[in-house]
C-alpha cells in the first residue's frame, strides 16, 4: 500500500473515532476494506489523490467479479464514500469522485427469527449449561438479557457490572457511535441478574483478599479488555442451542435479537418504539420486521385457509 494513501486511511480512522465515535468493530471494517482499495488502487499505479470516479466504480466492478456479495460491496463503497468526503473536506481533494457513485443496495434478505416455544427452549437449556452453579447463572442471565432487551451482541458482553446495580427495571445501554438508549428488563431477566450477581460478587471479594482489582465488567474475562468475548458467547450458544434440540447453525446472537424484535411487533408494539430499543439511527432499519411478519401471515393462510388448501 502506498505511503500517501496509508495516512489517508490513518487519519480518517482517528477522525472516525475521535468526531463521530465509530465503535472498534466499524472501524476494522473500515480499515480492512480500505486497505484492500489501496492494494488495488496501487497495483493499479494509482493513488488516493488521483483516483477518478471511473477508476472507483472499476474498483467495485472488480469486487463483484471476484464474487463478494451484495452486502460486502455495499460495505466497501460506503467506506469509500466516507473515504472521500473527509479528503474534500480536509483539502485534500478538490472534488468528490465517490459522491454520486451507485450502490448494489444491502439484500432484503428477510433476517432469521425464532418461535416463542425455541427461546423458551433456549432460555431452559441455559440453566442447563455450565461446569458449576456459578457459570449455570451466568449463561442463565447473558441468555435472559439478551432476549429481554435485544441488546447487540458486543452492548450485551461489555456491560459494567455499575450499570446493573439496585435491582434496576431500566438499563443503560451504549450502543453504535457511543450514542446511549434505555431498554426495559423484565422480571425473568432481573432474577436472572441478581442471581448471576450473587456469584458476581462471591468472586469479586476473592479478588479483592487476593490483593487484586475487582473486575469492571458484568461478564468478566482474562482478557486484555476485560470482559467475554463475541466469539465465546457464540460458541456458548451453540452448546445452548444443541442442548435445546435446535440446530446450532441457526442460532446467532443476531437471531436472538432479531426474535425480540418480531415478538415484540406480533404483540403490538409500536415499530418507533422498537426502533429506539434496537438503537436503529433510521426506522427504515426497523421496517424489515412488518416484512417477517407479511411472510408469517402468508404461510397461515396458505396453510390453514380452506380456499387455498383446494
Known sequence: MEALSQRWISTFLDAQAAEQ???RNTQLAYARDLRDFADWAARNGAAFDQLSRA???AYLVECEAQGLATSTRARRLAAIRQLYRFAY???W????????????GKSKKLPATLT???VDALLEAARLTGRSEAERARNTCLMELLYATGMRVTELVSLPVAAVRGDPTMLLVRGKG?????VPLSQPARRALGDWLAHWDLAASDQRAKRLPEPRHLFPSKRRDGHLSRVSFFLLLRDIATRAGLDPTRISPHVLRHAFATHLLAGGADLRAIQTLLGHADVST?????HVLEE????????HHPLAKS
Open 55 to 57: 477508476e472507483i466504480e
Open 296 to 303: 408469517r401471515l402468508k404461510s397461515l393462510v396458505l396453510e
Open 93 to 104: 481533494r478538490s472534488d468528490d469522485p465517490a459522491s454520486r457513485i451507485t450502490g448494489p
Open 89 to 91: 473536506a480536509e483539502g
Open 116 to 118: 416463542h416455544a425455541e
Open 286 to 290: 426497523t421496517e424489515i420486521y412488518t
Open 178 to 182: 457511543n450514542k446511549e438508549r434505555m
Open 21 to 23: 465515535g465509530a465503535a
